[in-house]
C-alpha cells in the first residue's frame, strides 16, 4: 500500500528437480490509481541475508560547521546476517565528534560491530556528528563510504555500499536593500 515494498518469498524446495514458472500478479479495483510494481529481483535456491547500508547528510558544508550524518543498516532477507560489521569512512578533513552507537575509530575509519541482524529487520540507524575544519577550501568536494558486511553468505551485495560527496561552501549573506524614497527620486 502507497510507497510501501517488502520481500515476498516461496519455499520451492518440493519442486527441487522440476521446471517452475513464477507468475506475478498485480489486481487494481476500478477505482484504484494506476498501480505500479517495480520488480528489483527474483532469487532461486537457498535463502541469504540482504544488507543494505544508507548514507543521509547535508549535500553541502560551511567551514567551522558541525553537521550531522545519519547511517542506516538493515536486513532485507529471509535469513539472520551473522556477525555484521558497518564501516564508515571519515574524510580526511573531517573532525569526529560523537555519535549515537559509540564506534571503535582507527584513524579515519569507524567500525561497529553490529553482532547478528535478524531476517527482515528494522533499520539500526545511527547519527554522527561531525565537524568541518575552519581551513577547508571552499569548492572542495569530500567523500564520505559508508560498508556493510557480514561472515554469512550473501546474495546480493550490491546494497552493501553507501557513498555521498558533500562540497564544501563559503556561504556570503548580502544585505537586501530597499529605497524607502519611492519610483523616480533618487
Known amino acids: 500500500a502507497g510507497n510501501t515494498w517488502q520481500h515476498e518469498w516461496l519455499d520451492l524446495a518440493s519442486f527441487v528437480g522440476e521446471g517452475v514458472t513464477v507468475t506475478f500478479q498485480l489486481t487494481q479495483q476500478s477505482t484504484d490509481p494506476a498501480l505500479v510494481v517495480f520488480l528489483d529481483q527474483v532469487s ?23 553537521f550531522n550524518v545519519d547511517i542506516a543498516v538493515q536486513n532485507h532477507g529471509m535469513i539472520m546476517a551473522e556477525q555484521v560489521v558497518l564501516t564508515y569512512t571519515l574524510p580526511a578533513p573531517m573532525t569526529f ?12 575509519t569507524l567500525v561497529w560491530n553490529l553482532s547478528n541482524l535478524p531476517a527482515e529487520s528494522l533499520p539500526v540507524e545511527i547519527t554522527l556528528e561531525l565537524m568541518v575544519p575552519i581551513s577547508l577550501t ?12 557480514t561472515t554469512s553468505a550473501e546474495g546480493n ?14 556561504r ?4 537586501l536593500l530597499r529605497s524607502l524614497a519611492g519610483p523616480g527620486v533618487g
Open 44 to 66: 532461486l535456491g537457498s535463502a541469504y541475508p540482504d544488507l543494505s547500508a544508507e548514507l543521509f547528510m547535508p549535500p553541502s558544508v560551511t567551514p567551522g560547521e558541525g
Open 157 to 170: 551485495l550490491g546494497n552493501n555500499l553507501a557513498a555521498f560527496e558533500q562540497l564544501i561552501v563559503f
Open 97 to 108: 565528534i560523537t555519535a549515537t552507537v559509540p564506534p571503535v575509530q582507527q584513524g579515519n
Open 172 to 175: 556570503m549573506f548580502l544585505p
Open 138 to 149: 571552499q569548492g572542495l568536494a569530500v567523500n564520505h563510504n559508508l560498508v556493510v558486511t
